[in-house]
């Protein structure tokens, strides 16, 4: 096993966490490399399971260090909390290493996602009010606060000054918010600053050194290649790049370091917020009706859909194989972990859409095209379920039913990369390795 980047193949909440937690003992680094406190994954250890949302897992393991990169936004507050509940747990964040070029989510930020949103009405984005876009708004405008001013309370303030300059004029006269002064902003932001210190890096600098030294590294990715700035379902995505690509520019690792890349899948498919979805089961309170809704309404109570950062209802379908297919060329996956199999034990017959259909044409690639996208009609394939039969015990493949076993081998088919990884359960040992570990 060498360097590894995970990815979510999906619009997140693909079970990245536990994936992530199966597998982090393997590597010398594990390192966030895009997003920030947007994303959210629950981690085990024992009979504690802890919710993480800034902090990378490998903070769970004494072996790793864990590493939060250049390419992630980062809310200090956030931070330091993070750090203090997993001390609080047993979990010594000692080992922490955050880079000095990471930019700030400022409180400013929030207040601007949260505004912007609620201006949007009815055409919201579906952001997590984090400041998460507006921080990546001033990274691209080269106007941003990175640690390293935090850190310098003369330069900060000067930035902080410029900032608000702006910020309060679109907070005043465009939404009709509160503004900020320089000495409200150092009070709320430069307490975290000596927290953050010991723990700021040269990260890129020290990844490469490791790689030359022989070390191996897990780049996390956090979201999910749909919600993928570039690549995804714009504009309901995140901003940030999500797929594989964005690790080795939010972390300052070339690309041929990279050995292999990961995709987490569900068994099924979800999302969270706005945006197209071809093979959703519309709920009854959304207007579904029928067998979809009655499905749709199965799939998110056995499965336990709802999101670790917002606690909304995700949206819940069929697995998509024009998803997974363009998934992994996007991403180049070399391997599909599998995860959340045992849900669909709950269904007679299981769909997988193999195609969509569009004013009478086929489309077996996924269509980036909105006046083909929010038309598609999935084009499925239905094959006979394992109802009744309890694959959470299975410690091997072939112990699984063989309806389960042609439902792997018809994913595989699909989407072109094997199953190396097959989730039958919750927990940690309940998942199949077929593969992963040569």
Request: with cysteine.
């Amino acid at each position: 096993m060498s360097n590894v980047v995970l990815v979510g193949a999906q619009w997140g909440d693909e079970g990245k966490g536990k994936i992530t937690d199966l597998i982090a003992r393997e590597f010398d680094f594990v390192v966030r490399y895009q997003g920030g406190n947007n994303a959210g994954h629950t981690v085990v250890s024992g009979d504690k399971k802890l919710a993480l949302h800034l902090i990378p897992s490998g903070i769970m393991y004494e072996n790793a260090i864990p590493v939060i990169g250049n390419g992630v936004v980062v809310n200090p507050q956030v931070l330091v909390e993070e750090m203090r509940m997993l001390e609080g747990e047993g979990f010594p964040c000692d080992r922490l290493k955050i880079s000095c070029d990471a930019h700030v989510i400022m409180p400013y930020h929030i207040e601007l996602d949260k505004a912007s949103e609620f201006k949007l009405g009815k055409n919201e984005i579906g952001t997590t009010n984090r400041g998460i876009g507006p921080c990546y708004q001033d990274k691209a405008a080269r106007s941003g606060i990175r640690i390293q001013d935090l850190l310098d309370e003369k330069v900060f303030r000067m930035k902080v000054a410029a900032a608000l300059e702006v910020k309060n004029a679109i907070l005043e006269k465009v939404y009709g918010k509160r503004t900020f002064t320089v000495d409200e902003i150092c009070t709320a932001c430069l307490p975290y600053a000596e927290v953050i210190r010991p723990h700021m890096a040269e990260t890129a600098m020290m990844l490469n050194e490791a790689l030359r030294d022989g070390k191996r590294i897990l780049f996390e990715g956090a979201q999910g290649t749909l919600l993928d700035i570039d690549h995804g379902t714009y504009p309901f995505v995140t901003s940030s790049s999500c797929c594989a690509g964005g690790a080795a520019t939010g972390s300052g690792v070339g690309p041929a370091a990279i050995d292999r890349v990961l995709g987490i899948e569900k068994a099924y498919v979800t999302r969270v917020g706005a945006g197209p979805f071809p093979t959703e089961l519309l709920y009854p309170e959304n207007g579904g009706e029928g067998q979809d809704a009655v499905d749709g309404d199965l799939m998110c109570s056995v499965g336990h859909e709802y999101g670790v950062t917002t606690g909304r209802k995700r949206r819940c379908g069929w697995f998509d194989a024009v998803i997974a297919r363009y998934a992994a060329e996007v991403n180049g996956l070399t391997d599909i972990a599998l995860t959340k199999l045992d849900v669909l034990s709950a269904f007679d017959e299981i769909k997988i859409c193999v195609a969509y259909e569009c004013n009478g044409e086929r489309y077996e690639y996924f269509p980036m095209q909105q006046s083909v996208l929010y038309h598609a009609k999935p084009i499925y394939k239905t094959m006979p379920g394992w109802k009744g039969q309890d694959i959470t015990k299975a410690t091997a493949f072939e112990e699984l039913p063989q309806a389960a076993q042609d439902y792997i081998a018809e994913i595989e088919r699909l989407s072109g990369v094997k199953a190396t990884i097959v989730s039958v359960g919750p927990d940690r040992h309940q998942t199949l390795m077929r593969g992963w570990d040569r």
